[in-house]
């Protein structure tokens, strides 16, 4: 059952872990108030680093998020549940747990990358 209860954008703000299940670690998904959104597919390697996805999102609804890969671009929507520990996002059958990421779990080299993945995303908002 999906709840009702769950105040978007608000309850997103912040760092997250996402399970998934490749690269034998989970992912961080950082949402910020601006309505950016960078997922790090694996902090276990500072290489893999690289596979970062940078996102645009909007909430639809209570339950329902829209991602895009540019500020302008095509979008696709992903429906969400609130859990005890965070929330759950689902892909079609496929569903990501997410949990509260505390910074000092984090490796030193995520905050650096996030804020260059930001710049980029706010230099392409502004050639748009």
Known sequence: ???????LPDDLLGYWWVGHGFEGSP????????????????????RKGQSIMRLWVRVDDPVTLRFR????????????????????IF???????????ER?????????DY???????VEQENDA
Do not use: N
């Open 1 to 7: 059952m999906r709840s009702l209860g769950f105040t």
């Open 27 to 46: 992912g961080v998904l950082i949402f910020d108030e601006k309505g950016h959104a960078v997922q790090f597919l694996t902090t276990k390697d500072r």
């Open 69 to 88: 890969l540019s500020s302008k671009g095509e979008s696709w929507t992903r429906t969400i549940e609130r859990t005890e520990s965070g929330f759950t």
């Open 91 to 101: 892909a079609g059958d496929i569903a990501f747990p997410v949990w509260r990421a």
């Open 104 to 112: 000092t779990e984090l490796p030193g080299w995520l905050e650096a």
């Open 115 to 121: 804020q260059a993945a930001i710049q980029k995303m």
